[in-house]
T-cell receptor, first 116, second 116 residues
């Protein structure tokens, strides 16, 4: 099956620093990637939709200047949490669409961000 | 906007027995996809089963099967011969076909416990 690699799996940073999370589709080209945020014991909340070569589309209430998304190639999308604060601590998950494979979405293993 | 409802936050089942997880959704679209995802303690999202709305036949994947009732907008998951490894959070999800919003809309999830 298709594999999506997400790094890092866990990151601890100081308040005010920026953190970059990478999401790579290893064996397929992903024209669209999605970024989700998940709080403990809660469902996944879509943050933004990322299309290769164009600006990301953010969901209502998600600060695009805080959560910078870049989808520079068909196999890589990055999420940068800028000037992170403790309230940004969460589990972030990416998913990539494999068109032609039943429109299935494949998920990365997630990144646990802890901001001190 | 589409919504997905999982009304049971938790369920438990004895090993080797059968359990049914319920899900209802609301949409005005006639064609769409429905999914069940499993999230074990590792937090990796794993696709369990997928149903295309235009197909009347219920999807099956080994011990997992669905009861798709399009008119009732119901999409339940049946797990037969439950195993300890089935213990996880289960999320029901809806996705428009290409041309729609195409994002996955998740329910709140349900925690399944499997008792030995």
């Amino acid at each position: 099956g298709a594999v999506v690699s997400q790094h890092p799996s866990r990151v601890i940073c100081k308040s005010g620093t920026s953190v970059k999370i990478e999401c790579r589709s290893l064996d397929f080209q992903a024209t669209t990637m999605f970024w989700y945020r998940q709080f403990p014991k809660k469902s996944l909340m879509l943050m933004a939709t990322s299309n290769e070569g164009s600006k990301a589309t953010y969901e209502q209430g998600v600060e695009k200047d805080k959560f910078l998304i870049n989808h520079a190639s068909l196999t890589l999308s990055t999420l940068t949490v800028t000037s992170a604060h403790p309230e940004d601590s969460s589990f972030y998950i990416c998913s990539a669409e494999y068109r032609g494979y039943g429109e299935k979405l494949f998920f990365g293993s997630g990144t646990q961000l802890s901001v001190l | 906007a589409q919504t997905v409802t999982q009304s049971q936050p938790e369920m438990s089942v004895q090993e080797a027995e059968t359990v049914t997880l319920s899900c209802t959704y609301d949409t005005s679209e006639s064609d769409y996809y429905l999914f069940w995802y499993k999230q074990p303690p590792s937090r990796q999202m794993i696709l369990v089963i997928r149903q295309e709305a235009y197909k009347q036949q219920n999807a099956t994947e080994n011990r997992f099967s669905v009861n798709f009732q399009k008119a009732a907008k119901s999409f339940s998951l049946k797990i037969s011969d439950s195993q300890l490894g089935d213990a996880a959070m289960y999320f029901c999800a809806y996705r428009s076909v290409p041309g729609g919003s195409e994002k996955l809309v998740f329910g709140k999830g349900m925690k399944l416990t499997v008792n030995p």
